[in-house]
T-cell receptor
Framework: QKEVEQDPGPLSVPEGAIVSLNCTYSNSAFQYFMWYRQYSRKGPELLMYTYSSGNKEDGRFTAQVDKSSKYISLFIRDSQPSDSATYLCAIPANQAGTALIFGKGTTLSVSS | EPEVTQTPSHQVTQMGQEVILRCVPISNHLYFYWYRQILGQKVEFLVSFYNNEISEKSEIFDDQFSVERPDGSNFTLKIRSTKLEDSAMYFC????????????FGPGTRLTVL
C-alpha cells in the first residue's frame, strides 16, 4: 500500500498565478507534514513544516492539512519563475520521526 | 547559514567496487540520515543514525551498506560491493532533534556504477 500519493504533473502556470499542490496519505497516525522543494539535480530544501490540522503561512507559501480527509496542500501565491522546481511532500514514517516517507513530487513550471 | 555538505558531487565506479560517500552535517545537529533517489523515482530512506548507532534502517539498507561517524564532523556511507542498481543520487540529511522535526538535506552525491 502506497503511503503518500502525489500527482507528478507537470504543472505549468503563468507568473503571478496561484498554485495548489496536493498530497494524500494513508496512515492516520501521521502528525507532522513537510513540504520540500527540489531543484533539478539538487538536494531537497525544507520549505514548510506543519503539525496536525490547519494552516501555516510563510510569505507566499501556505501549507494546509486536513486530517479528516488525509489531505495536505501547499499553496503558492504570486508564483515566480524561480518557483519552478519539484515539490515533495514528506511524512514521518513512525512516531519517532527517524525516517521520512516522500511523495514522488509534483514538477512545477512558472513561465514569465 | 549552516548547511549540510557532501563529497564527492559525482562518483563513478565499477561494479563490485567499494565506495565511500562523505557528508558533513550541520554542526550542532545530533541525528543523521542517508536517503537515495534513483533517477525519476521517489526519495527513499536508507538509514538514520544517532549517538553512534543506527536508529532505523530500511529494507534497502542491507549488509552491503554501512554507516560511520569516524570523527566529530563527518558521517559516511559505505557500499561494499556496488551493483548497477546502486546508481542513484545519495543524500545526507541531519536534524537537531527527531520526532518528525526538520531534516536538512545536502546537495547529494551522484553515484554511477558501470
Amino acid at each position: 500500500q502506497k503511503e503518500v500519493e502525489q500527482d507528478p504533473g507537470p504543472l505549468s502556470v503563468p507568473e503571478g498565478a496561484i498554485v495548489s499542490l496536493n498530497c494524500t496519505y494513508s496512515n492516520s497516525a501521521f502528525q507532522y507534514f513537510m513540504w520540500y522543494r527540489q531543484y533539478s539535480r539538487k538536494g531537497p530544501e525544507l520549505l514548510m513544516y506543519t503539525y496536525s490540522s490547519g494552516n501555516k503561512e510563510d510569505g507566499r507559501f501556505t501549507a494546509q492539512v486536513d486530517k479528516s480527509s488525509k489531505y495536505i496542500s501547499l499553496f503558492i501565491r504570486d508564483s515566480q519563475p524561480s518557483d519552478s522546481a519539484t515539490y515533495l511532500c514528506a511524512i514521518p514514517a513512525n512516531q519517532a520521526g527517524t525516517a521520512l516517507i516522500f511523495g514522488k513530487g509534483t514538477t512545477l513550471s512558472v513561465s514569465s | 547559514e549552516p548547511e549540510v555538505t557532501q563529497t564527492p558531487s559525482h562518483q563513478v565506479t565499477q561494479m563490485g567496487q567499494e565506495v565511500i560517500l562523505r557528508c558533513v552535517p550541520i554542526s550542532n545537529h545530533l541525528y543523521f540520515y542517508w536517503y537515495r533517489q534513483i533517477l525519476g523515482q521517489k526519495v527513499e530512506f536508507l538509514v538514520s543514525f544517532y549517538n553512534n548507532e543506527i536508529s532505523e534502517k530500511s529494507e534497502i539498507f542491507d549488509d552491503q551498506f554501512s554507516v560511520e561517524r569516524p570523527d566529530g564532523s563527518n558521517f559516511t556511507l559505505k557500499i561494499r560491493s556496488t551493483k548497477l542498481e546502486d546508481s542513484a543520487m545519495y543524500f545526507c540529511a541531519s536534524s537537531f532533534r527527531t520526532g518528525g522535526t526538520e531534516q536538512f538535506f545536502g546537495p547529494g552525491t551522484r553515484l554511477t556504477v558501470l
